[in-house]
């Protein structure tokens, strides 16, 4: 596959940070190798899972759009100067959610022998609609807390999907999948790092942003069991998995802010 145009790729890892991001070792590529061959799953059910892990791929590209809105534009967004802890992780995230692509491009492209080429082609037809986020998208502890909630919500849903990859047959599908479960909580551990260590001046205003996530990502569930058009290639909020019930959203919201609460206590510790 040819090298995709990344958002930040160059960017150097600033020096004197707060802490360091956290990042998964292993090999990104281990797919790369497998072919047909390799897969067990009989027929009928090849076109299901592509379907069903279709909208993850597309999820991941969809990092493009956001960095670009944060990064390239930063000045006509109007958004203020990120801390380096910010660009640091922002760099690990965007590097990782193009391996994600990439390798979801390769295993879909095998199963269904379409190029990468063509499948990369299909991310790019419109632009993001990010009208309905810009409440959380104008300051680096609201974006920083708003991505640490995706990732935290992209981990368990990607949890729940291993008995997909494992019904492939080879064990290197379930093998890659677990590893790009580990990078997306490492993401949930960085973000909310920086909003931890850069803003803990305005710890009391987390459980405010937190409960204005939970309302946004209930309003879009809510739109799209209506059949409505929701936020659109925004990465945020716009993950693969169109089923969550409000029970749902609400448990994986108080365990977000267990999360957060424990982990800003834990830093005030040893202040």
Not at 207 to 225: K, V
Request: net charge negative; hydrophobic share 40%; glycine share 4%.
């Amino acid at each position: 596959m040819p090298e995709a145009k990344y958002c930040g790729l160059d960017s150097p890892a600033p020096d004197g940070l707060r802490f360091l991001p956290k990042t998964n070792v292993y090999d990104r590529n281990m797919l790369a190798h497998l072919t047909r061959e390799h897969v067990t799953m009989p027929e009928p059910q090849i076109k299901e899972f592509v379907e069903a892990v279709t909208p993850d791929m597309r999820s991941e590209w969809d990092a493009e759009n956001l960095c670009r809105l944060l990064v390239i534009q930063p000045r006509q967004a109007g958004f203020a100067s990120f801390s380096p802890e910010f660009e640091a992780c922002e760099a690990h995230w965007r590097r990782d959610e193009l391996d994600h692509f990439r390798m979801f491009s390769l295993l879909i492209g095998l199963l269904t022998g379409r190029s990468a080429e063509a499948i990369e082609a299909e991310m790019r037809p419109e632009d993001p609609d990010y009208t309905n986020q810009r409440p959380i998208i104008g300051q680096e502890l609201e974006i920083a807390l708003a991505l640490a909630w995706d990732e935290f919500f992209t981990t368990y849903y990607y949890g729940q999907d291993r008995a997909l990859y494992r019904a492939l047959g080879h064990p290197k599908f379930l093998r890659w999948f677990n590893q790009v479960i580990r990078d997306e909580k490492l993401h949930f551990d960085n973000f909310s790092s920086v909003a931890i260590s850069c803003h803990a001046n305005r710890a009391s205003e987390f459980p405010a942003i937190i409960d204005r996530l939970e309302s946004m990502e209930l309003a879009r569930s809510e739109s799209r069991q209506l059949g409505k058009r929701v936020d659109f290639r925004t990465f945020l909020m716009d993950r693969g998995n169109s089923e969550q019930t409000p029970r749902e959203i609400k448990r994986l919201s108080s365990q977000f802010r267990k999360a957060i609460t424990g982990k800003l206590k834990l830093a005030q510790e040893f202040v």
